[in-house]
């Protein structure tokens, strides 16, 4: 669970970084932010509903 809400506070600062670089229009940080941004947050997001709907974050071995 930590590990998933480390994952969303820096999805979070890459959205911040994303407002912020397009206001000096520095579009190659504008890119990295944003695809940053898309990645934390999808295995953010993705572990949270695992934890919620399985009761545990990691997967066990049968």
């Keep these: 669970m930590i590990f998933s809400i480390i994952m ?3 999805s ?7 407002v912020r670089e397009l206001r ?6 504008v890119g990295f932010a944003g695809i ?3 990645v934390f947050g999808w295995f953010a997001v ?3 509903i695992s934890i919620v709907t399985t009761g545990g974050g990691a ?3 049968h």
């Design 12 to 18: 979070l600062l890459c959205a911040v970084a994303i």
């Design 46 to 48: 993705a572990t949270i």
């Design 8 to 10: 969303l506070i820096t």
């Design 24 to 29: 000096r229009k520095n579009f190659f940080a």
């Design 36 to 38: 940053s941004f898309v």
């Design 59 to 61: 997967p066990v071995a």
